[in-house]
């Protein structure tokens, strides 16, 4: 989980824009808490992203170049799929939770 102080954290640095399509929180509105599966990582992050694209990614239907973005693959953001190899590289990230 993640408290609101660490969550406003987690907005600053990526200055209060969805990491997908970049829009501002003032523009969308709000900005929704993305719970990304690294587990290669130690556990998952969480991402600021608009409402639309929040709905995208949990129902993954994001593009792969959107995933890039946010460091995932279209395979490494398979939400039921077993532990993977961890692939150097693969997941880069803007802000460090937990
Ligand atoms: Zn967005």
Request: glycine content about 8%; overall charge positive.
């Amino acid at each position: 989980m993640v408290t609101k102080a660490e969550w406003e954290v987690i907005k600053a640095s990526h200055k209060y824009k969805c990491v997908i399509c970049g829009k501002t929180e003032k523009a969308v509105g709000v900005l929704e808490k993305a719970h990304i599966r690294a587990s290669s990582r130690g556990g998952s992050q969480v991402l600021p992203m608009c409402p639309t694209h929040h709905k995208m990614y949990d129902s993954d239907k994001l593009s792969a170049v959107q995933l890039k973005k946010i460091g995932l693959t279209k395979k490494s953001s398979a939400r039921l799929s077993p532990k993977k190899k961890r692939n150097k590289g693969e997941y880069i990230f803007g802000v460090r939770v937990g």
